[in-house]
């Protein structure tokens, strides 16, 4: 490496992201020395991005350092939790600094968004390989996976499908169309939904993060919980950049099961339903209701009355395609 592993860190990572008094100790020492709101939870998430499985070999550094970070704090919003401190470990082929400065640039425009410190990390040489651990704090209970219950109808927020179309425009699968910036956007600069989850906490019986593809993961949600869910086919948000590049079967689909999306999809009680459409109002707040919990498990997308099969519900990085 031209640049030493002290100088690299120095240069760009000792003062990325926000400065934060709860930072007692940063990068520099053996280890960060945190101090966590007096009566606080600390929460805790981490996320690993592998070149060639979680983004495309050459992708942009500005996106993989926005998106290691964004995935991370994706899973903080969906425990309804506030992120406060980042640990990096990067693993890299050679220490090129136009690589760097893009990556960490990346990763300090999200992190100042979102008022997190990176208060350290490990650098290595190897295969392009980041994991971020976040860290974050929840004043009572978080949101959980297993708290929905029959009968709790079932949102997810913004639109899904965009990213899985923007991979597939990003790889060059698919020829350009009106909105295809906008869609490899979505997949390039996910926008982790750090406050609609903290809201959620006051509403919500269950949240998940959608990662892995709608499907699949309202299933998990459903699972968690003990029951299935019902979604409605017709009522699936789609955005009009993913109907002109998909068309509307395909974009149907993608929004079922494409990845990456890194929206939030949640239960909502019958009791609390009314007031989280008038105190949070979802054209504002960019969520839409689309099914159901239920109590025969599985999942279950019924289109005109008819239960529509799917080839696959999302990703599973060992069988594939579930
Ligand atoms: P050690 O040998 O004790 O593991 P390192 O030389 O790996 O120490 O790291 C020195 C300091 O730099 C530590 O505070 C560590 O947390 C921090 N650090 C190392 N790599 C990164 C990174 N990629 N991002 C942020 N902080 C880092
Ligand atoms: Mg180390």
Known sequence: MSLSEFDLIERYFRHC????????LGVGDDAAVLECPPGQRLVAAMDTLVDGVHFPHGAPPTSIGHRALAVNLSDLAAMGARAAWALL???LPEAQESWLAQFAAGFAGLARR?????VGGDTTRGPLCVT????????GSAMLRSGGRPGDALFVSGTPGDAAAGLALEQGRWPASPGSRYL????LFPTPRMELGERLREYASACIDVSDGLLGDA???AAASGCGAQICYADLPLSQPLLWAAGAERAHELALTGGDDYELCFSVGPGQIDRLLAQM???????TRIGTLREAPGVDVVREGAVVAFAHSGYDHFSGPA
Do not use: S
């Open 132 to 139: 971020v651990q976040i860290l974050g704090h929840v004043q």
């Open 89 to 91: 470990a990067l693993t």
């Open 281 to 287: 109002p979802p054209q504002r707040w960019g969520y």
């Open 184 to 187: 490899r956007e979505r997949f």
């Open 219 to 221: 299933g998990k949600l």
């Open 17 to 24: 992201g926000v400065k934060r008094e709860d930072v007692c």
């Open 114 to 118: 979102h008022n997190v410190a990176l």
